[in-house]
């Protein structure tokens, strides 16, 4: 079981940044791809971002490309979404997920065996 603990949420104004964190416990954090996903109210949960094992790629939805930039610290089980120049259509629950290690970057919900319970962000106009 690994268990995820997502951080950092809030309330900012456009084109403000906040950066969230995904504390992770139990198996081996490195062995696992980390992503991010957001759900706004009355839409389906959303692929943002994932970061492989090493944290050597990256993948982004085109929505928030060159906008925001997903990290990890192995050493530190924890990885991050530093988000820039935000918009009122990121305002969304943002979760954390876990995939065990495998070739390429899903963008699927399914495809991650573990979620946090969710950071809410709102950004205002």
């Known amino acids: 079981q690994v268990q995820l603990v997502e951080s950092g949420g809030g309330l900012v104004q456009a084109g403000g940044s906040l950066r969230l964190s995904c504390a992770a416990s139990?198996?081996?954090?490195?062995?696992?791809?980390e992503a991010w996903f957001r759900q706004a109210p009355g839409k389906e949960r959303e692929f943002v971002a994932a970061i492989n094992v090493s944290g050597s790629r990256t993948y982004y939805a085109d929505s928030v490309r060159g906008r925001f930039t997903i990290s990890r610290d192995n050493a530190k089980n924890t990885v991050y979404l530093q988000m820039n120049s935000l918009k009122p259509e990121d305002t969304a629950v943002y979760f954390c997920?876990?995939?065990?290690?495998?070739?390429?970057?899903?963008?699927?919900?399914?495809?991650?065996?573990?979620w946090g319970q969710g950071t809410q962000v709102t950004v205002s106009s």
């Open positions: 139990g198996r081996t954090f490195s062995n696992y791809v």
């Open positions: 997920a876990a995939a065990v290690a495998r070739p390429g970057f899903s963008i699927v919900r399914s495809s991650y065996d573990y």
